[in-house]
């Protein structure tokens, strides 16, 4: 099974709504990635938070961590008909490296 | 900065047939890794190496499945022989140091028939 699943599995807003996913896990974790996946560009990394952070800001992406809860969101703010892709965590864990099964993110304009 | 390649980007077999898939990772990433990617879910991690040394294969179904990294530089990824169930995108991806930020190639997407 996949370590660290996101949630909702799937998300439809609209053009300059924000939008919130969540990543929850099970051990503890030296840090923790978010990547974006579409068509167009493949797997691409978007943001590294380690855990001894507590929130990290790339342009409208904000990622906050919570060990105490072994959690982890991801916020994207004033959505893009660009931002339609699917979104996972990726936890590194010692030697144990792990996608969560993704949320998939729609953005209507 | 060359990203990382890989090769073919798409591949038809029948089942019981063997396949090959090619990375080169960005120049000086020690780490390479390969995913398993089915429709609709996350990658999987089949292979980490260090260098030219393994870190992790628990997740390499080793029966049909090898891989290889040359002189800590470029790798390959062999299925024989090839399953229906194989039929996904095998994902290439490099990083400086095990657990950073890691750069992944475009893919190959496997269709066993």
């Known amino acids: 099974s996949q370590q660290g699943e996101e949630d909702p599995q799937a998300l439809s807003i609209q053009e300059g709504e924000n939008a919130t996913m969540n990543c929850s896990y099970k051990?503890?974790?030296?840090?923790l990635q978010w990547y974006r996946q579409n068509s167009g560009r493949g797997l691409v990394h978007l943001i590294l938070?380690?855990?001894?952070?507590r929130e990290k800001h790339s342009g409208r992406l904000r990622v906050t961590l919570d060990t105490s809860k072994k959690s982890s969101s991801l916020l994207i703010t004033a959505s893009r008909a660009a931002d339609t892709a699917s979104y996972f965590c990726y936890k590194a864990a010692g030697n144990k490296l792990t996608f969560g099964g993704g949320t998939r993110v729609l953005v209507k304009p | 900065e060359a990203g990382v390649a890989q090769s073919p980007r798409y591949k038809i077999i029948e089942k019981r047939q063997s396949v090959a898939f090619w990375c080169n990772p960005i120049?000086?990433?020690?780490?390479l890794y390969w995913y398993q990617q089915i429709l609709g879910q996350g990658p999987k991690l089949l292979i980490q190496f260090q260098n030219n040394g393994v870190v992790d294969d628990s997740q390499l179904p080793k029966d049909r499945f090898s891989a290889e990294r040359l002189k800590g530089v470029d790798s390959t990824l062999k299925i024989q022989p090839a399953k229906l169930e194989d039929s996904a995108v095998y994902l290439c991806a490099s990083s400086p140091s095990g657990g950073e930020t890691q750069y992944f190639g475009p893919g190959t997407r496997l269709l066993v028939l």
């Open positions: 051990t503890s974790i030296n840090n």
């Open positions: 120049s000086g990433h020690a780490t």
């Open positions: 938070i380690r855990s001894n952070e």
